[in-house]
């Protein structure tokens, strides 16, 4: 069963216009959530994250947001440019979990010029 | 700045042959995790380890194991390597409790084929 879930498996936007991914989770114990971005032929980098006591969180042109009653994230990057084209995976890690991420499928950005 | 290093960045291997994957990081991190990332599928847990000689099954173990001798080093080992386990492997390290954030820093991946 996918307890991370991204629904959506590429997104295509103008550059210099916002970005929104989405992401889904199932598990009520999750109680932090992270984004990675990966490049082709690279790993993934850590983008930003949010703990669930908090539904905002906000880093340079990167804001998450966190709906824990609808069990929703979404990643906003404003504006956008070329160099986010990535893949985007959404992760999340629960206090009993030992740690670990439970990462989504991921969504593939393209922005153009 | 973290870094985390593993052996290869492209590997082709033959059907039955046992292979290995060496991930070593240099921040004296105590969690170390390996991954395989395929389309459509995102990043699935195959072993992680919280500790020198300890090690835990991820969601994905089957068909292999892993060995941790030494703090910064993490094998990845496939015993009899197959077809479908043809993938992009990751490597990731972390510091228990950091920030409770569990930010993983990864290696750069290791493409590997079974022929």
């Known amino acids: 069963d996918q307890q991370v879930k991204q629904n959506s498996p590429s997104l295509s936007v103008q550059e210099g216009r916002i970005s929104i991914l989405n992401c889904d989770y199932t598990?009520?114990?999750?109680?932090?959530f992270l984004w990675y971005k990966k490049y082709p032929a690279e790993g993934p980098t850590f983008l930003i994250s949010i703990s669930s006591i908090k539904d905002k969180n906000e880093d340079g042109r990167f804001t998450v947001f966190l709906n824990k009653s609808a069990k929703h994230l979404s990643l906003h990057i404003v504006p956008s440019q070329p160099g986010d084209s990535a893949v985007y995976f959404c992760a999340a890690s629960a206090i009993t979990g030992f740690q670990k991420l439970v990462f989504g499928t991921g969504t593939r950005l393209l922005v153009s010029p | 700045d973290v870094k985390v290093t593993q052996s290869s960045r492209y590997l082709v291997k033959r059907t039955g042959e046992k292979v290995f994957l060496e991930c070593v990081q240099d921040?004296?991190?105590?969690?170390m995790f390996w991954y395989r990332q395929d389309p459509g599928l995102g990043l699935r847990l195959i072993y992680f380890?919280?500790?020198?000689?300890?090690?835990e099954k991820g969601d994905i173990p089957e068909g292999y194991s892993v060995s941790r001798e030494k703090k910064e080093r993490f094998s990845l080992i496939l015993e009899s390597a197959s077809t479908n386990q043809t993938s992009m492997y990751l490597c990731?390290?972390?510091?228990?409790?950091?920030?409770?954030?569990?930010?993983?820093?990864f290696g750069p991946g290791t493409r590997l084929t079974v022929l």
């Open positions: 921040m004296d991190h105590e969690n």
């Open positions: 990731a390290s972390s510091i228990p409790g950091q920030g409770r954030s569990n930010e993983q820093f």
């Open positions: 598990n009520s114990m999750f109680d932090y």
């Open positions: 380890s919280y500790d020198v000689k300890m090690k």
